[in-house]
């Protein structure tokens, strides 16, 4: 099964058709999802409740926080966004990179359901100002992960308690009756903690962050395929 922090829509543009045709799990929107892929069957899909999502808007509010809020799966691709009106060029980027499938929020009028929230902080917020609302949001699972843009803003996402990528692979883990000897996973960022803990073996690529360089197995970068590196290695001490 495969891993990622994308929306499941996406996938069908990205990957090539032998992937595709393969009998593949994937786990999507960090774990918020998971869906057969042969079959386009969503096995799993985790949503944040209105009192989860109220809790998440008061506290973003209080903490000045650029955001968006995004459908319940399987229309997750699309967002709602709320804007403090500061400068804030990582939220601009993201909110015309995706505008075709977005539009501005309405504070009157939140979701009574959602799949995750993402704030992007500003360059003037600091790493406190995440620290702050996972712990005011200690009930939730809330991430940090870095700008895909870019490569240095801090996201923060909102997402059910019961979703991440640890949790999510060891679902399928039990579901398909495999071994987690088994297991292995490769990651470059600060969302991928959990389930490079979780994993029998873990690899980080050498375009990923210096604190899992210092836990982890390094291979070469994402594009000078690493993520192949890593599976040989795996099967090779298998």
Known sequence: FFSSRRRHTRCSRDWSSDVCSSDLYVIFTTGAGIIHWPSQKILVSHHLDEKSIQTTFDCFKRNQMDFMIHQPIPDNHYFQFFSTGFHNEDFVFRKRHYGLYCREGNLDSL?????????????????RVFNQIKTDLHTLNTVRATSPFDHKSIWVEVFSHLAGKHRAADF????????????????????????????EKAYVVQNGIEELKDQHEVVSSAEEHGFSEAIKRFLKKA
């Open 172 to 199: 399928l883990l039990k579901e398909l009756n495999l071994s987690h000897t088994d297991t292995v996973a490769i990651g470059n960022d600060y969302n991928d903690i959990d389930l490079l803990s979780w994993a």
């Open 111 to 127: 979701p009574s359901l959602a799949t995750q929230f993402v704030g992007v902080l500003r360059p003037e917020q600091s790493e």
